[in-house]
């Protein structure tokens, strides 16, 4: 059994959010079969983005709301998120967002062409703060390189954390990755294009850091 980066749970999902996942799910959930042609699934050639582990939705709807030249593709495991996210996009009618219900470790691994995307952000992704759990973080060595695999030359690599053990662990793999470039110099302030959750601002308000780290994928 490969370790996870998750524990499924069944959560606690609203009617209104089952609702959405039944009824939008043909609109925007993405059904895999193999590997994706993304021009195909967004039905243009634009800059493709993908953030892994969206949560509610929140962040990934912003981008998509602020950039519609641009498709907005989120991977998460959370079913009741899935349904909140969809809720939004109906409401927005946003064309340029699509959902994986999966492992995003698998869909990169299987399902994902190389060099497809111009992006990857991972936001807050879970802290396994127990030592014992450090083996469940993503972002470990292996995993860097399955993201350098699909981010075009050039392309951004964009994780933020709330945690600072996991921002140090973050920061030395990344550095230790001879395909991506930090270019801001260590820890970054959080760039406009991430949109500050209400989760994040209460922390600040307690006093709690949060760390940026923004990244280049190497031209060769
Ligand atoms: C702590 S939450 C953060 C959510 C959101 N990014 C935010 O900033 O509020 C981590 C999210 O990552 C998802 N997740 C964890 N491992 C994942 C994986 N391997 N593939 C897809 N989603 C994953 C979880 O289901 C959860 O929604």
Redesign the pocket.
Known sequence: MPI???VRRSGRITSSQRKAVETLWPNYGVEIDGELNLEALFGRKAEKHVE?????GD?LIAMAESNPQHDYLG????TP?IGHLLIKVEAAQLTNVRVIHA???EILKHNLPPSCLNSIYL????PWPKKRHHKRR?IQPDFLKLLAQKIKPGGNLHLATDWENYAQHMLAVLEASPEFINYTNGFSPRPAERHL?K?EQRGLRLGHGVWDLLYRRMLS
């Open positions: 996870r980066s998750f892994i582990g969206f949560g509610n962040s991977i998460d495991v959370y998120g492992d995003a470790v936001f807050f992704p879970d993503l959750t989760f």
